[in-house]
């Protein structure tokens, strides 16, 4: 084809093999992947990836925070450009599709187009996000909140990291300075964003098909929870005068699970990632604990009903058992509705592949999400095994990849046309 690349003009064995490469740039021992972010891994690695750029004929450049742009000048470069991208970073002992994928796979498409000829009319872009996992600095997407305007550059440049080191002083480091002011897009940068990325859960799998096209991304609301009571030797306060602070808290975690199925819909999630008990000893009445939830939802009424339950739920376990509680909201970000013209266009390319399809929800968050404040986004999905991810055994198959690119490169002609 003259217009878009078939499964047949993706080199999937070079894909596989850059896949394989870029997962040795590693703090741990293979098959296990820790790259965190202005690491010497994540560096070393981003060299590497702007070389494979360069080599494709794409014009490289980079922003304050380390947001990599490769573009492929259109015919008419000066209308906004079609995106792509994703990220690799990743979490301590992870797997090596998460991210990558969307990366290398942007560029395969990219290449694919070029094999076959074809010159889009509008430039096609692909971006590389700065820290998509939250590991060092303790927010996820911090790359693209910054191009989005979501988050305040003020407010980023003096986050730190577990060591104390600011975000200013890690990035002026790792050889990436200027003003982060000046990260954020200008209004109407992208006409539209698309990005691939492995499903993360069990679906398409289970349902045997290729390619999910994804409507709408979850997002989540964060909170910090501090239960505090009165301590005392586990013998010698008696049952009947023991304001215990990890019952209330147990209570609180119950009360997580049923705000988040009192909804009713299957959107709805609510999870206790962190229970940090004082003192933590066997023979002591806990004083105090520190929970942190996480609840997301498609729906942000919904997903703040969810919030405000906890918050009634938490008020009257404390006030039940004599102990004192404070709730904390560390973030909410709202839910994004992927753009309905991007997702016809994704469809349209299965179909010219002959691949199947299902429209599904991301209930993990991703850049896209916050690229959905500044352009039309849209997300899709590929199958992984057991809907496994974060963990070592992360795979997806060649063909899987294989066609997830296929169907990436038709929907960037697509889109640049």
């Known amino acids: 084809m003259n217009t878009a690349a078939t ?61 990599t742009f490769a573009s492929w000048a259109g015919r008419e470069p000066e209308l906004p450009a079609v995106g792509t991208g994703s990220h690799i970073d990743a979490i301590p002992s992870s797997g090596r ?19 076959t000829g074809y010159r889009p009319r509008r430039s096609i872009e692909l971006l590389l996000f700065t820290s998509e996992e939250p590991t060092r600095f303790g927010i996820g997407c911090l790359g693209s909140r910054l191009l989005s305007g979501t988050l305040a550059a003020e407010r980023a440049s003096q986050m730190r990291d577990r060591a104390g080191s600011t975000l200013d ?30 499903e993360q859960g069990p679906i398409l799998e289970r349902e045997e098909i290729s390619i999910g096209v994804v409507t709408s991304i979850a997002a989540p609301a964060s909170l910090m929870i501090l239960v505090e009571g009165e301590g005392g030797h586990a013998g010698a306060v008696l049952m009947p005068g023991r304001k215990d602070a ?26 206790t990632g962190v229970c940090e008990v004082f003192p933590g000893a066997v023979n002591s009445i806990p004083s105090r604990v520190r929970l942190e939830i996480d609840t997301r939802d498609t729906d942000l009424s919904r997903r703040d009903s969810v919030v ?16 004192r509680a404070t ?31 299902r429209q599904m929800v991301s209930r993990a968050y991703h850049d896209s999400l916050f690229m959905s404040r500044v352009a039309p986004v849209a997300m899709i999905f590929i199958p992984c095994r057991g809907g496994v991810s974060h963990r070592p055994d992360e795979y997806s198959s060649p063909e899987h990849i294989a066609n997830g690119v296929a169907v990436l490169a038709h929907t960037l002609a697509d889109l640049a046309a």
């Not at 990035?171 to 200008?186: E, N, S, T």
């Not at 405000?308 to 102990?323: H, N, P, W």
């Not at 709730?327 to 592949?353: F, T, Y």
């Open 169 to 198: 002083q890690v990035r002026v480091d790792a050889g990436f300075a200027g003003d982060l002011r000046g990260v954020g897009l200008p209004s109407g940068y992208y006409s539209s964003f698309v990005e691939l990325h492995i």
């Open 7 to 67: 499964n047949k003009e993706i080199d999937t064995a070079r894909l596989w093999a850059e896949l394989e490469t870029l997962a040795a740039f590693s703090a741990t021992a293979a098959p296990a992947v820790t790259r965190v972010v202005f690491s010497r891994q994540d560096l070393e690695a981003r060299a590497w990836l702007k070389d494979l750029f360069r080599e494709a004929f794409l014009a490289v450049r980079e922003d304050a925070v380390g947001n």
């Open 246 to 271: 990890l019952l209330g808290a147990a209570e609180i975690v119950m009360g997580v699970e049923a705000a988040a199925l009192k909804t009713g819909s299957i959107d709805t999630v609510g999870t």
């Open 327 to 357: 709730v904390e909201l560390l973030n909410a970000d709202a839910p994004a509705q992927c753009e309905p013209k991007i997702i016809a266009a994704v469809v349209r390319a299965c179909e010219a592949l002959g691949l199947s399809h």
């Open 97 to 115: 599709f998460d991210g990558t994928v969307g990366v290398l796979g942007a560029l395969e498409a990219i290449r694919a187009l070029q094999r």
């Open 308 to 323: 405000a339950e906890i918050r009634r739920i938490t008020d009257e376990v404390a006030s039940k058992r004599g102990l």
